[in-house]
């Protein structure tokens, strides 16, 4: 596809439980971010890759809270021991800053995490 | 990065230009402006961005002043689907430099 695909769209699930969140990043595009926005907020910046190395991972929340990036493409936001305060849409962006530093980044329409 | 403030909210006849100010007073002489806008239930979506002189392209117009203390996103023929929260960011060009999305503005286009 031609934009930033993220899976699942919505996930529900109980408090304790692992989860993890999926970015397809436009293709070439070497720089990848992932967000955060919760209901009714703005959004909250978590963490940057550059190719398959971050770093920036400064917005991480907490040590339930990591990420990888792999063949410079896809990357997998994880979230273990989920607590209720994680609940949020979570954005993955990329952008292709190798050609130029301001080229803009692109988002994706986020994952839903729900938890109960 | 700067700061930037927007109108918290417009309203704007379908089929007629609609025309966004945002005011970034302290802005860096390196700084761009972006525009993104958000539709409910979806990721924010790019629109257009500029650092001094005024840009246009398939959705838009940016009207930067010259003194680049403001700016302006022109939406020339505006319809329903246009309506969305817009928000102007103003970002350093440096690799990894996060977006810092303020409150935007709320642009309902009637019909």
């Known amino acids: 596809g031609a934009g930033v695909s993220q899976s699942p769209s919505n996930k529900v699930t109980e408090k304790g439980k692992d989860v993890e969140l999926r970015c397809d990043p436009i293709?070439?595009?070497?720089?990848l971010y992932w967000y955060r926005q919760r209901l009714g907020q703005g959004l909250e910046f978590l963490i940057y890759?550059?190719?398959?190395?971050?770093?920036?991972k400064s917005g991480l929340p907490s040590d339930r809270f990591s990420a990888e990036r792999t063949g410079e493409s896809v990357s997998t936001l994880t979230i273990q021991r989920t607590q209720q305060e994680d609940s949020a849409v979570y954005l993955c962006?990329?952008?292709?800053?190798?050609?130029?530093?301001?080229?803009?980044?692109?988002f994706g329409d986020g994952t839903r995490l729900s938890i109960l | 990065d700067a700061k930037t403030t927007q109108p918290p909210s417009m309203d704007c006849a379908e089929g007629r230009a609609a025309n966004l100010p945002c005011n970034h007073s302290?802005?860096?002489?390196?700084?761009?402006v972006y525009w993104y806008r958000q539709i409910h239930s979806q990721g924010p979506q790019y629109i257009i961005h500029?650092?001094?002189n005024n840009e246009t392209n398939e959705m838009a117009s940016l009207i930067i002043t010259e003194d680049r203390k403001s700016s302006t996103l022109i939406l020339p023929h505006a319809t329903l689907r246009d309506t969305a929260v817009y928000y102007c960011?103003?970002?350093?060009?440096?690799?990894?430099?996060?977006?810092?999305f303020g409150e935007g503005t709320q642009l309902t286009v009637n019909p």
């Open positions: 962006a990329s952008s292709r800053n190798d050609v130029a530093p301001e080229e803009p980044q692109h």
């Open positions: 293709s070439g595009h070497t720089a």
């Open positions: 500029g650092l001094k």
């Open positions: 302290t802005i860096s002489g390196n700084e761009y």
């Open positions: 890759f550059q190719g398959n190395s971050a770093p920036d």
């Open positions: 960011i103003v970002r350093v060009p440096i690799s990894g430099s996060r977006l810092t």
